[in-house]
């Protein structure tokens, strides 16, 4: 399924700030920042890719922030009639 195609059924730009424990230095937080489209409110990409950082990944998951914005709707979504180019 293309962008397009996601955004308008329902899908949104998804960002999280995710914090974890450095794997050498447990005290001390590190910050990573994940963004894909991702359906709300489930988050199902978001899921997928903490479980895989669990699973796999040495550093303990601290916190994840996350937001989401919709990008277009279909009410905004228009195609344009005239095309025209300036010199």
Known sequence: M???????SDYRLTTAEILYHMPDHPAL?????WQK????????????????WEANL???LHSVKV??????????FR????YFALH
Not at 37 to 52: G, H, M, N, Q, V
């Open 2 to 8: 293309s962008d397009l195609a996601r955004m308008l």
């Open 29 to 33: 937080l590190q910050s990573y920042t």
């Open 37 to 52: 489209l991702d359906l709300a409110p489930r988050y199902p990409e978001l899921r997928k890719f903490l479980d895989f």
């Open 58 to 60: 040495d550093g303990r």
């Open 67 to 76: 937001v989401s914005n919709k990008l277009i709707t279909p009410g905004e």
């Open 79 to 82: 195609h344009t009639r005239n």
